[in-house]
């Protein structure tokens, strides 16, 4: 398994171009999740998908866009690229296990791609 | 509020000494999953290790175990005989399980581990 792959890890783009940053992952996991960190800080989630076809927003989604059209990949657009957009973006997938009240999941990791936007 | 909170934005273990990683967190959720997650220079976030708030037990993976203090809504990191390679940022997150729908992960602030030879 590869897991979860990111295409591509570094990136420059100008302000006002838009781009989309690729997220495929092998294991079959319903689960997928677009995160961006900036520098010093955590995690923050942008969007996340439970399953082909569903999508919802997550903490900070301004600025991007995502559809689930498979199982497998999750892209995630750029429109109009700001400065503030500067970060390293990670794709993330995973399957959920156990019942209620000990029902959670584990999130897996792609390597990140690494944006910069002047 | 801040729902996860690691204090110590720093730390330094000599090799092959243990070290502890602190994490508070907040929630008024019953069923929770508490998580830490290593983040080498590489820039990869790798899983380390699992807790959930129904577990009678702390959760151990190898050398990484997670002291879980349910009333003191602690759930630190504990590295046994440090090596080199544990120098990284090690970042502790909460997913709340919202009477069966799940929550999303929230990350704290992480904490940069450094082990000296």
Redesign the interface.
């Known amino acids: 398994n590869a897991g979860v792959t990111q295409t591509p890890k570094f990136r420059i783009l100008k302000i006002g171009q838009s781009m989309t940053l690729q997220c495929t992952q092998d294991m079959n996991h319903n689960y997928m999740y677009w995160y961006r960190q900036d520098p010093g800080m955590g995690l923050k989630l942008i969007y996340y998908s439970v399953g082909a076809g569903i999508t919802d927003k997550g903490e900070v989604p301004n600025g991007y866009n995502v559809s689930r059209s498979t199982t497998e990949d999750f892209p995630l657009r750029l429109e109009l690229a700001a400065p503030s957009q500067t970060s390293v973006y990670f794709c993330a997938s995973s399957y959920s296990w156990g019942d209620y009240p000990r029902r959670t999941d584990t999130q897996y990791f792609g390597p990140g791609t690494r944006l910069t936007v002047l | 509020a801040q729902k996860?909170t690691q204090t110590q934005p720093g730390m330094f273990v000599q090799e092959k000494e243990a070290v502890t990683l602190d994490c508070t967190y907040d929630t008024s959720d019953?069923?929770y999953?508490l998580?830490w997650?290593k983040q080498p220079s590489s820039?990869?976030?790798?899983?380390l290790i699992?807790q959930?708030?129904?577990?009678e037990q702390n959760a151990t993976e190898g050398r990484y175990s997670l002291n879980f203090q349910k009333a003191r809504k602690s759930a630190n990191l504990v590295i046994s005989a440090s090596q080199l390679g544990d120098s990284a940022m090690y970042?502790c997150?909460m997913?709340e399980?919202n009477?069966?729908s799940?929550g999303?992960?929230i990350?704290?602030?992480?904490t940069k581990l450094s082990v000296k030879p």
């Open positions: 996860i019953q069923s999953g998580f997650y820039g990869e976030m790798i899983f699992y959930g708030s129904y577990d970042f997150a997913r399980n009477g069966g799940q999303n992960l990350f704290g602030k992480g």
